[in-house]
């Protein structure tokens, strides 16, 4: 069966205390991976896609990267405004010849001043 | 208006009600989707639209009705619903949904509460 777990569930850290995010996927077919933020009463914003193993893509203090078995997001000196939740989510081809995404249940931030 | 628009943003309603949840991109995608949230659950998926036509149904209950009169705009029209259906109700679109993995874009959701 097509998974995708996040850990931890829940992470505080202080400014500046640099850490990272997992997402580990057990799918087949795997055509891209997704990173998005979520703030409270929002919808999930798009952060980074990645197509393959290896690869990284950054964007101020937030870097993602890929394996074949998981994905990371490092956040280097984190501020209180990067509290959010983070998701992950991979996208696989359906039978029908479309794709479709399955979300993990998410890392909530919280960074303290 | 930019991005994705979703009204109403809250909605109560009652279980023998009828209600709709609109949703409008501004974006030119050819792709739409309606998503459950509840909490402390991954985004359910429950149907896909290409280019207005219906291309994925995750096993919703008839309950839920998706309409996609265009590629702007998606509807999901609501009737007798049950108390577990309380949750956020996300849509989203994306540039295309066959041909490349593109990213998504959420509108802000409609809270809804079933009493």
């Known amino acids: 069966e097509d998974q995708v777990t996040q850990s931890p569930e829940a992470l505080r850290l202080q400014e500046g205390e640099s850490s990272s995010l997992n997402c580990s996927y057990t799918?087949?077919?795997?055509?891209?991976l997704f990173w998005y933020r979520q703030d409270p009463g929002k919808g999930p914003e798009f952060l980074f896609t990645l197509y393959s193993a290896g690869e990284e893509k950054e964007k101020e203090r937030l870097k993602a990267t890929l394996t074949k078995k998981e994905s990371f997001l490092h956040i280097t000196a984190p501020k209180p405004e990067d509290s959010a939740t983070y998701l992950c989510a991979v996208q696989l081809l359906t039978t029908s010849g479309t794709y479709k995404y399955i979300f993990g249940t998410g890392t909530r931030l919280k960074v303290l001043a | 208006e930019t991005g994705v628009t979703q009204t109403p943003r809250h909605l109560v309603m009652g279980m023998t009600n009828k209600k709709s949840l609109k949703c409008e991109q501004h974006l030119g995608h050819n792709a739409m989707y309606w998503y459950k949230q509840s909490a402390k659950k991954p985004l359910e998926l429950m149907f896909v639209y290409s280019l207005e036509e219906r291309v994925e149904n995750n096993s919703v209950p008839s309950r839920f009705s998706p309409e996609c009169p265009n590629s702007s705009h998606l509807f999901l029209h609501l009737h007798t619903l049950q108390p577990e259906d309380s949750a956020l109700y996300l849509c989203?679109?994306?540039?295309?949904?066959?041909?490349?993995?593109?990213?998504?874009?959420f509108g802000p959701g409609t809270r809804l509460t079933v009493t």
């Open positions: 799918v087949s077919g795997l055509r891209g």
């Open positions: 989203a679109s994306s540039q295309d949904n066959v041909r490349e993995p593109y990213e998504q874009y």
